[in-house]
């Protein structure tokens, strides 16, 4: 992974952006336990996920993409990554804490990415009437908990062999943050 920091515009996801974001997941569904989806998703079949995080409100979708070579948005941009934040569990009573995510495109990684994406998420959150994110991380992913650590993200439990990929079981470890 590149140690060298990217320049990126980081903006609300729309529809244009699903054919990249669904590539993006597909790649962690295929090569890793990352997540525990098992089966690739067409942009159609990820169309009401993308429509679940409007531009406003408490479940948001940030996208980062490339800025060219003097620092300005390019027309073709390409997108390195996203995050979210989304309904924490379906119970009224949950309506003020989200479970937030990130997924990078495989070679955007160690660059600052995810950095930005958060920051972004954070700041658009941050008038929302929220109490607390929570961030769920199959292990080991150690670059993902030292970025969720770096946003006050603190460990609070791991559920053990929880998930079932790739014929082994995985562990999650929970985290979270206040809002």
């Known amino acids: ?79 390195l990554g996203y995050a979210t934040s989304s309904a924490f569990r379906p119970k009224p009573a949950y309506a003020t804490s989200v479970e937030v995510t990130i997924y990078l495109a495989p070679d955007a990684g160690g660059r600052g990415v995810g950095t930005s994406l958060y920051k972004a998420l954070f700041d658009a959150l941050a008038e929302e009437d929220l109490h607390r994110a929570y961030a769920g991380i199959a292990q080991p992913n150690e670059a993902s908990v030292r970025l969720h650590e770096r946003f006050g993200f603190r460990h609070v439990g791991t559920y053990r062999e929880v998930g079932r990929k790739f014929g082994r079981y995985w562990d999650v470890a929970w985290y979270e943050k206040d809002l």
Do not use: C
């Open 1 to 79: 992974m590149s140690t060298e920091r990217t320049e990126v515009q980081v903006r609300p996801g729309g529809e244009a952006d699903l054919d990249a974001l669904t590539a993006i997941y597909n790649h962690y569904v295929r090569e890793t336990p990352i997540t525990f989806d098992t089966a690739v998703f067409t942009p159609e079949e990820r169309r009401p996920w993308l429509l679940s995080h409007p531009e406003d409100g408490p479940h948001r979708l940030m996208v980062a993409t490339d800025t060219d070579s003097q620092g300005t948005p390019g027309n073709a941009q390409r997108i």
